[in-house]
């Protein structure tokens, strides 16, 4: 599966760079996520509890960041398993590009799934995975974005996401680390 997508984040592309690379951000951006352990400078481990349609389980997964170029790109390798509920494997490639309003976050992916996830089928997959990529994104904008009256916050973060691409994954080259995180759980 090949996906691919953009989001606007209002945030210099340093402090994106770094939220993106920061365990404890992503654990609490990403719904479900229990742990995300920084085992070296390029690889995490994570636990998270995700929900297909009737298909719940516990994932357990690695990150590797590998092409490194701070802080503009990387590209990530994710192996993930969730037991007999199935597995997720394969590559996201993330890119931060300077915006006029704070940071593009650009993200490709390929990846393979199978086991029960791959059986509930690509629709249930892609629905759940657009709202739990919406969802991180709300989260990591609010964590991250400069500061803005919370009236406004909510509106601005929602206008974004209408006017970029909505990603239909997780695990996301969840770009960037969370968006493949989220990627590998959903898909």
Do not use: H
Not at 24 to 49: A, D, P, Q, R, Y
Not at 52 to 66: C, D, E, Q, R, S
Not at 72 to 78: A, D, K, L, P
Request: net charge neutral; glycine share 8%; with cysteine.
């Amino acid at each position: 599966m090949q996906l691919e997508g953009e989001e606007l984040i209002q945030s210099p592309k340093t402090e994106v760079w770094d939220a993106l690379n920061d365990p404890e951000i992503l654990k609490e951006c990403i719904s479900g996520c229990s742990k995300i352990e920084k085992t070296n400078s390029t690889e995490f481990k994570v636990t998270m509890v995700a929900a297909v349609g009737p298909v719940k389980a516990k994932f357990n997964g690695k990150l590797n960041l590998n092409n490194l170029d701070p802080p503009n790109s990387y590209t990530i390798s994710f192996n993930g398993s969730g037991g007999v509920a199935g597995f997720g494997k394969g590559e996201a490639t993330v890119k931060l590009i300077d915006n006029e309003d704070g940071t593009l976050l650009n993200y490709s992916a390929n990846a393979t799934v199978g086991g029960k996830l791959a059986q509930v089928g690509a629709r249930l997959i892609d629905g759940v995975a657009k709202k739990m990529a919406s969802d991180f994104f709300i989260t990591f904008n609010k964590k991250i974005s400069k500061k803005v009256p919370l009236d406004t916050e909510k509106e601005n973060v929602d206008a974004n996401l209408k006017s970029t691409s909505t990603p239909r994954w997780l695990l996301l080259a969840l770009t960037t680390s969370a968006l493949v995180l989220l990627y590998m759980v959903i898909v």
